[in-house]
C-alpha cells in the first residue's frame, strides 16, 4: 500500500504541477473557453512548459528531487491566486460510469510494474540515466537517446518521486484527458452527444487502454492532436509540445 501511494503522490504532483503551470499562463494571456474545456487544455499546454523547464534542469545539472519539489511548490502556489469562473458541464451519469469503470483499470494497471518492451528499455532506461547522473551527459552507445524525449521529461519528475510505475501513471493520466477533449470538441461544435459517444468509443478500445497504461509518449500525442482539432488557440504552445521532445535530441547530438 505504501508503494502505491508513492507511486499515486509521484504521478499526481507530476500532473498537478503541470496543469498548474497552464493555468497560469491561460491567466497571464486572459485566455477564457468553456470550463472544463479550460482546466483540461490547461494540463495539456502545462506539460508543454513542466518538459521545458525539466530539460532546463537536465542541461543545467540540476536533477534532484529537491528541484522538482521547489518547481512544483512554486507553480502551485501562484495557481492558487488563480480564479476562473464558469460551471463545468459534465456528460451524464451512465457516461460517467462507463468510464469510471475503465479509468480504473487502466490506472490499475498504470500503477503496476512496468511491462511494456519499450517502455522498460529506452522510456524509463533514458529516464534513470538522467535522474543518476542529474541530468544530460552524452549518450553515443543508444539509438533510442536520440530520439525525442520530450514526455520523457515528465516522467523524469515522476521517477524522482514515486519511480518507475509513476511515470506510467501519468502517460495514463493523459489517456483519461483524452476522452474530456473529445468531449469538449463535441460541446464546441454544437453535437455534445456525439462527442460523449466518440469519446467513449476511443477510450474502451484496447490499444487505447494498453498504450495509455505504459510507460510510452502515444496518449499525448493522440492527446495534443484532440486538442488541435479542436481549436486555434495557443498554437505555439502546441508547437512546443513536439518542440521541447525535438530539443533534448538536439542536445545530446553535439
Known sequence: ???????????????ATAWALGRILFDRLQIRLRRLEHEVLAGIVGSALLSLLVFGLCALGLVWTASFWVVGGVALYFNYRVKVVGKVEWPGAL????????????????VAPEY???GQTYH??????FFREHGF??????????????????FLEAFSLGRQS????????FLLALPLLIFSYGQRIGHSAAGA????????????????STATANRKLLSVYSWVQQTTVLPGSAASL????????????R
Not at 501511494?5 to 500532473?15: D, N
Not at 509513476?166 to 493520466?173: F, K, N, Q
Not at 477510450?203 to 498504450?211: D, E, I
Open 1 to 15: 500500500m505504501r508503494r502505491a501511494l508513492s507511486i499515486l503522490f509521484g504521478a499526481g504532483f507530476t500532473v
Open 95 to 110: 457516461w460517467f460510469a462507463v468510464f469510471g469503470v475503465y479509468a480504473f483499470v487502466y490506472l490499475v494497471n498504470a
Open 116 to 118: 511494456s518492451p519499450d
Open 124 to 129: 524509463l532506461g533514458l529516464v534513470y540515466r
Open 137 to 154: 551527459h552524452r549518450i553515443t552507445t543508444s539509438f533510442y537517446a536520440n530520439m525525442p524525449l520530450g514526455m520523457e521529461m515528465l
Open 166 to 173: 509513476a511515470a506510467a501513471t501519468v502517460e495514463c493520466c
Open 197 to 212: 459517444g466518440a469519446a467513449l468509443l476511443v477510450f474502451l478500445s484496447p490499444v487505447a487502454g494498453f498504450a495509455g
Open 242 to 253: 513536439s518542440s521541447d521532445a525535438s530539443i533534448c535530441a538536439v542536445w545530446r547530438r
